[in-house]
């Protein structure tokens, strides 16, 4: 096979897959209700994240940066994101964190038509 930038690129993609699925499956379930399923990785505190792409870091760095973090799965990670940033009302915010409840979606329509009216001047 010949070496290409799409079989390096590949290669680290399944790298760095691998390195999350490990780390998931040594941390998990999920602490809030205890699923396996479509895991994920949430800082405790928002305000201490320095980023989340941390799968392609060195150990040291990486597991600095995990020390901050727990399993979540999605569910109770929506849950808690919008808790976290205050997500009350139902509108477009909280459409575009997943709800699709009727005042979420029409909020949304509404707002996507003003936005494409005020673009078009």
């Not at 690129?9 to 998931?24: N, T």
Request: glycine share 4%; proline share 2%.
């Amino acid at each position: 096979m010949t070496y290409t930038r799409e079989v390096h690129r590949e290669y680290q993609r399944k790298w760095i897959a691998k390195r999350r699925s490990d780390w998931l499956a040594d941390n998990g379930p999920c602490i809030v209700c205890g699923s396996t399923e479509k895991l994920e990785v949430d800082h405790i505190d928002p305000s201490e994240k320095e980023t989340h792409n941390v799968w392609s870091w060195s150990v040291v760095r990486r597991d600095a940066e995990l020390r901050k973090c727990q399993v979540l799965c999605s569910e109770c990670h929506k849950a808690k994101t919008y808790k976290d940033r205050n997500y009350g009302l139902h509108g477009v915010a909280r459409y575009r964190v997943g709800c699709r409840c009727d005042v979420c979606k029409e909020s949304k329509s509404v707002h996507a038509f003003v936005w494409k009216l005020s673009s078009a001047k």
